[in-house]
Structure formats: C-alpha cells, structure tokens
C-alpha cells in the first residue's frame, strides 16, 4: 500500500495522510481537517481516486474540519471510534469553537469502530487499536502488512498527546502508549503533527516513555 503525507497548507491543522491499495485503488484519507477545491487538487494530485473511506484518529478540529466537504464531494465513508462520534456533532467537544479558516460543520460517523475492528482497502488490512487517553476514543492505525502506525495525537517523535483537554486521561494515555511500545518489531511511525519517526527510535528515546511508562 502507498502511504503519503499531503500538505493541507495552514500549520494549525494535523497531519493528514492518503493511503492507496495500488491494485485495486481504492484509498482512505486520514484526518482531513480543511477541504476545498485546491485541496481537493491536492488529493488528485497524491494519487487519490476511488476514496472509501476517511479515517479519523480522533475528534479533535484540527483533525476533522474537512470531514463534511470530503464526504459530500465523494461520498467516503466517515469512519471514527465510538466514543468520539459525537464530536463530529459538538464543536465544543471537538474545541472547533474559535478562529479557523472554516466553520464545523456537523456531519455523522457512517462506521463507529472499536478497538481490532479491520477496514480493508482492496485485500489489505488497516487494523484499529484503541489508544485512550489523549480522547477516549483515540485510535491508531495499523497497517500490519507495511509495517506502518498511524498514531495520531497519542504518540509523537520523542513526546505523547497532551491530556488536559476535555476526555483526556493520562493513565489511560500510559497504558495506551505501553501497548504500542509492546508490538512486535518496529514500525515507521506516522503521528498527528510534527515529524515521522520509528517505533523503534520512540522505544529508546522517547522522553514521555522513557519518564512514565518503562
């Protein structure tokens, strides 16, 4: 599967990434937080086509505000964890409620997943694990057959998911950073801001692994 960062163009906003099954191609989008028609072109250009799903990793705005242009320009499937689905519904539980380039507008889950649901692009896997603690329904992303996590706002390059906001845990963010640390192998790790790194690399260098969970 073909796995790429795409640039929304606003730093505010998360990473978002397209996942591509080249042989059937199908693809996914995760974390669309801005759409219009240049970002749309973006899409084109990285290869996007038959788009079946949008993927969140949580509720959180910079993560989610372009969810109802790209449905309604495609028709994807929204797909989120259960227990932050009503955030693509409250702008006050997603934190949408301030100066951003474009309002939130409500739009609802079409797939609410739980933690080992599979999604499939083609033949290929995409495994939820459910990550609580930055949201109660933070997920990450497996892609078991790439060695690719997508991890969202709970694991960054050398740091975790803040916990201070509304749903946020901090036990639940250790014990949910203690099963990514304890996957099998290494991974390149995609997280929901700054920049790529390896699960192998966060294991020995992490400061927030280092300091709250070995």
């Known amino acids: 599967m073909t796995v790429k960062k795409v640039d929304l163009g606003h730093e505010v906003f998360a990473n978002c990434y ?13 974390d669309p937080a801005y759409f219009n028609e240049k970002i749309a072109t973006v899409f084109k250009d990285a290869g996007v086509g038959n788009l079946k799903y949008i993927l969140l990793t949580h509720g959180h705005f910079d993560h989610i505000l372009g969810v109802h242009g790209l449905k309604e320009a495609t028709g994807a ?13 409250d702008p006050d539980k997603s934190l ?6 474009e309002p939130q507008i409500p ?4 797939i609410t997943v ?15 694990i459910s990550t609580p603690g930055h949201t109660m329904g933070s997920v990450c992303y497996e892609l078991e057959n790439d060695r690719v996590l ?8 050398m740091t975790a998911g803040r916990t201070d906001l509304y749903g946020g ?6 014990e949910s950073l203690k099963r990514l640390i304890a996957l099998d192998g290494d991974y390149r790790v995609l997280p929901g801001h700054n920049r790529e790194t390896t699960l192998e690399r966060e294991r020995a260098r992490n400061w927030y692994i280092r300091r709250m969970v070995k």
């Open 77 to 89: 499937k929204v797909v989120i964890h259960k227990d932050d689905a009503d955030f693509l519904l």
């Open 114 to 128: 739980s933690d080992g649901d599979e999604l499939f692009l083609g033949d290929e896997p995409i495994r939820v």
């Open 150 to 157: 997508i991890t969202g706002d709970t694991l960054f390059c």
């Open 169 to 174: 845990n901090e036990s639940m963010l250790i």
């Open 107 to 110: 739009v609802e889950a079409d």
């Open 18 to 30: 397209v996942l591509i099954d080249e042989k059937t191609g199908e693809s996914a989008i995760v």
């Open 96 to 101: 949408a409620n301030g100066n951003f380039p």
